[in-house]
């Protein structure tokens, strides 16, 4: 929004204060435009005010419903327990149609997401002595899955607006070694496909998609997932969609896929030949027969999610120092795990994160920081870099130069000072009039900003 029409819309918000403050509880416009409807008596909550939330709740997530629990007791009478027992049975049932949903035309599931980033790795037969480059910006499955297989996950700095995968900083940290790239679509948010896809190509690297937070999202025509060589998803219960712990790879290539299946069944080959080295990582049928209750109305969630996100990104730009995260061109949905936005604390007058936050959630909108630090700064680095295993496949030098690439500065500026989020599998299910007291608080936080200033 340009200076003058946020002018104008502030004048118009304060010309309303005197009539509202008359009412108690009047209706003002806002400066989003959003019909404010919190008695604007200058109070926050958090100094003693009324919350624009009080006595309102989110809605829950998971779902559970009798579809849910139909499917579940339905598998716990038929007594197939196991994928093994039967060729129609959940799991498998779950794999066509997922695939079918997502548009890929192999699936194969897993017991999590880091299970299936974990196939991934060691299906595409990465190892001892290789190298992936993915972000220090996620969960830390995207890490393990790289670790499990003793391969050396290589953390590159962020797009500060988009909290995702830098491209330069993935081109520049390319080696002789690297044999594939694990972009994280984080938040559920495409990542810069059309420039890691062209990194990738001119590499002759591998793309192992982490799609764990963004089933469904679309970037430039195509669904999130298929666009690399793999693509994961993860079922885990604050999930999109969720079993409790779950997870899938998808991809269009059927000897990868095969091989993916084969790598999860510990080695041994649809054909029950043992084949490869392997871990257990098979999705039972209980956590199928959960998902297929859930499966029917996916979709329709991530339509809600979606539409629910755009219209907040819409009225949210009109506040200033609150920037919604970066998308790149070429995004056409989102599935928004969670809804992330830029807090710029100078714009709200120096009121720092902490204090935003604070005063935020005692509105009753459930903001947090997300992710507390890089995965750069967690003590699993110093613990590999003193594994036999890591000092006999990689030089001593390779080992000092990866210890110094541990330095994230726009990382760090992200996970300690600017990100603030909302978990967006529950929130985003919520009406209109939910995303309007979000953008209410917001609003009222920012006009208020001053009287936090000093507590
Ligand atoms: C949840 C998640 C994972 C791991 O999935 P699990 O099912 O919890 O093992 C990996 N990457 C990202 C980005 C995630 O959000």
């Known amino acids: 929004m340009d200076k003058e029409t946020w002018s104008r819309r502030r004048f118009i918000g304060q010309a309303g204060i005197g009539v509202a403050t008359a009412m108690t509880a009047g209706a003002l416009e806002s400066l989003a435009g959003v019909t404010l409807t919190y008695p604007n008596d200058g109070k926050l909550a958090l100094l003693g005010g009324k919350a624009i939330r009080e006595g309102k709740s989110w809605p ?80 830390f499955g995207t890490i393990s899955a790289i670790l499990t297989s003793r391969a050396l996950p290589v953390l590159v700095d962020l797009d500060s607006e988009s909290f995702q995968l830098d491209p330069d900083e993935v081109e520049k940290h390319i080696t002789p070694n690297t044999k594939a790239i694990m972009p994280v679509h984080i938040m559920g948010l495409p990542a810069n496909m059309e420039r890691i896809m062209a990194i990738a190509k001119k590499h002759g690297l591998l793309v192992i998609e982490d799609a764990c937070q963004a089933p469904f999202s679309r970037y430039q025509g195509k669904p999130v997932g298929v666009i690399g060589d793999l693509g994961c998803f ?16 998808v991809g269009n290539n059927q000897a990868m896929m095969e091989e993916c299946f084969t790598v999860q069944n510990r080695g041994a080959s649809r054909a029950g030949k043992n084949e490869r080295i392997g871990p257990k990582y098979r999705m039972n049928e209980f956590e199928g027969a959960i998902l297929m209750g859930q499966l029917d109305e996916a979709k329709s969630r991530f339509e809600t999610r979606d539409a629910n996100a755009k219209y907040l990104s819409e009225k949210l730009m009109a506040i200033p120092g609150l920037t919604p995260q970066k998308q790149y061109e070429g995004t056409e949905s989102g599935s928004y795990y969670n809804y992330a936005m830029k807090y710029d604390s100078e714009e709200f007058g120096g009121v720092d994160r902490a204090q935003f936050l604070k005063a935020i959630q005692a509105e009753g909108v459930p903001f947090t920081s997300y992710i507390r630090e890089g995965l750069h700064r967690a003590p699993w680095v110093d613990t590999i870099l003193n594994q036999q295993v890591y000092k006999r496949f990689y030089t001593e030098q390779r080992l000092r130069s990866y210890r110094e690439s541990m330095n994230l500065p726009k990382c760090d500026e992200i996970t300690d000072r600017t990100l603030v989020a909302f978990w967006g599998s529950a929130v985003l ?23 936090l200033k000093s507590v």
């Open 234 to 249: 993860s079922f885990q219960a604050s999930k999109a969609i969720a079993c409790g712990e779950g997870g899938a790879v």
């Open 60 to 139: 829950a997530w998971p779902h559970v419903d009798d579809n849910v629990i139909s499917k579940i007791v339905e598998t716990t009478k038929s007594g197939k327990w196991s994928r093994i027992q039967s060729a129609q049975g959940t799991v498998a049932t779950f794999e066509k149609a997922f695939s079918g949903l997502i548009g890929s035309d192999f699936c194969v599931a897993t017991g999590s997401g880091t299970q299936a980033l974990s196939t991934c790795v060691e299906a595409l037969n990465i190892g001892p002595g290789d190298e992936v480059i993915t972000s220090p910006y996620t969960d």
């Open 429 to 451: 299910l919520g009406g209109r009039e939910d995303m309007d007291d979000i953008v209410n608080a917001v609003t009222k936080v920012y006009e208020n900003r001053s009287s």
